[in-house]
């Protein structure tokens, strides 16, 4: 592995570390503050976090991460953030399938490393949806970034959905202006129920195989 990528798979993990104190920070500071309804004397949430292990199949190290998980808040019925950067090598069978979606690298070389921060809250009022990010930066024998974020489902406040999206393009638009149309055309087809002819939520933004230039791609 050349020093390059060792230095970029650091920054990466490093800094999906970094974001997943700072939102756990942000969500237990929205407990402490919330001062109002029905939930407002309970005890405000807190986060438990317990460390996740890998193992590969002959038994070693393949990596792990942070469960960061909160229940039963003042405003959050259920958080769950967690980071994790494992590595290893697919078996045959994983490898053939990898290759079949399309997976950059994965057909030549079966092993891979990935680091991550995923995320998912659900909100005690029921009129307000719940919230999906993830983002990663995965390396087989090339390297990439995917990942997006959502709500979901459907918000009966037009103005609120609206401003969601704004602050989605306002992001998008300040690396390319091709960004915002495409990712959110990708989430909406992703989120998309034939068999009700509708989408499942209010969507967001995906995007995936970003890898032609790693300095652009990680600041946005």
Not at 69 to 92: A, D, H, I, Q, Y
Not at 95 to 102: D, E, S, V
Not at 132 to 152: E, P, Q, V, Y
Not at 164 to 169: E, Y
């Amino acid at each position: 592995m050349s020093n390059q990528l060792e230095t970029e798979r650091a920054r990466a993990a490093q800094w999906f570390r970094d974001l997943r104190d700072q939102i756990v920070a942000a969500f237990e500071t929205l407990e402490d503050t919330h001062s109002q309804g029905p939930m407002a004397k309970a005890a405000p949430g807190r986060f438990e976090v317990s460390q996740t292990k890998r193992h590969s199949d002959d038994g070693s190290d393949a990596g792990g991460g942070l469960m960061s998980v909160m229940r039963g808040g003042r405003v959050f019925e259920k958080v769950g953030v967690n980071v994790s950067t494992v590595f290893g090598s697919l078996n045959p069978r994983a490898q053939k399938a990898m290759a079949a979606r399309g997976v950059p690298g994965i057909d030549s070389d079966p092993r891979f490393w990935a680091s991550g921060i995923s995320l998912v809250a659900h909100v005690r009022n029921p009129h307000v949806p719940a919230a999906h990010m993830n983002t990663r930066f995965i390396a087989t024998s090339k390297n990439w970034f995917g990942g997006g974020g959502d709500l979901t489902p459907l918000l009966p406040d037009v103005a609120a959905g609206a401003e969601f999206h704004a602050a989605l393009k306002a992001a998008c638009d300040s690396h390319d202006p091709d960004y915002y149309p495409k990712y959110k055309k990708w989430c909406d087809e992703y989120f998309y129920l034939p068999h009700r002819n509708e989408a499942r939520g209010i969507g967001g933004i995906f995007f995936d195989y970003k890898k032609k230039n790693f300095e652009k791609d990680f600041q946005f």
